[in-house]
């Protein structure tokens, strides 16, 4: 089945460690997205990447990391220059054009104490 | 900058009454998208429908409906005889070229707690 993949589900580090996030997508879509969500907040967009080997920053890139070297794979790292981690983390794809609706994976949750 | 409203932090009604979510959006632009997606318990993101700027008609999708109005920048959402697997946050969400174009992220909404009482 074609679909979009986090993993793990949930992640626990100690503050100042890095930490990558995973996503993989087998839907053959140009865009791929990473939102951050906090409780009783919307999505807010941390990185999308239109194309392989080109990303753009979101509304909250600070303390974040991307890269794209595969269309499949758009890997997230949450370094430790991030202040508050913790968070619920989303990709997401799409097809690559203005308007088209967005596909999400399930999600990591990230605990950093 | 476009902005998302959804008012209703949280809903809660028996089931098989009919429920409202509403959903106010700005924007510049006059080619815009408009989403809703349902958040279950299990977090992933579920798309339900996506309308764009031009088309005003509304849509019917068994219990689910929505209504469409430029003229108050509302796109509200009805769930008809709602049952507990219904339960879940909803959220509306915008794309438009004001971004700068392409395939730019969305805007969402705070999103509103839907709880479907048995």
């Known amino acids: 089945d074609g679909g979009i993949t986090q993993s793990p589900k949930y992640l626990f580090r100690k503050e100042g460690q890095n930490v990558t996030l995973s996503c993989e997508q087998n839907l053959n879509h140009d865009a791929m997205y990473w939102y951050r969500q906090d409780p009783g907040q919307g999505l807010r967009l941390i990185y999308y990447s239109q194309i392989v080997n080109d990303f753009q920053k979101g509304d909250i890139a600070e303390g974040y990391s991307v890269s794209r070297e595969k269309k499949e794979s758009f890997p997230l790292t949450v370094t430790s220059a991030q202040k508050n981690p913790t968070a619920f983390y989303l990709c997401?794809?799409?097809?690559?054009?203005?308007?088209?609706?967005?596909?999400f994976g399930p999600g990591t949750r990230l605990t950093v104490t | 900058a476009q902005k998302v409203t959804q008012a209703q932090t949280e809903i809660s009604v028996v089931e098989k009454e009919d429920v409202t979510l509403d959903c106010v959006y700005e924007?510049?632009?006059?080619?815009?998208?408009l989403f809703w997606y349902k958040q279950p318990p299990s977090g992933e993101l579920v798309f339900l429908i996506r309308?764009?700027?031009?088309?005003?008609q509304n849509e019917i999708s068994g219990r689910y409906s929505w209504n469409f109005q430029k003229s108050t920048s509302s796109f509200n959402f009805t769930i008809t005889a709602s049952q507990v697997v219904d339960s879940a946050v909803y959220f509306c969400a915008l794309s438009d070229r004001d971004s700068g174009g392409g395939a730019d992220g969305l805007t969402f909404g705070k999103g509103t707690h839907l709880i479907i009482q048995p």
């Open positions: 997401a794809s799409s097809g690559g054009q203005v308007g088209r609706e967005q596909y």
């Open positions: 309308r764009n700027s031009f088309d005003e």
């Open positions: 924007t510049r632009d006059t080619t815009y998208y």
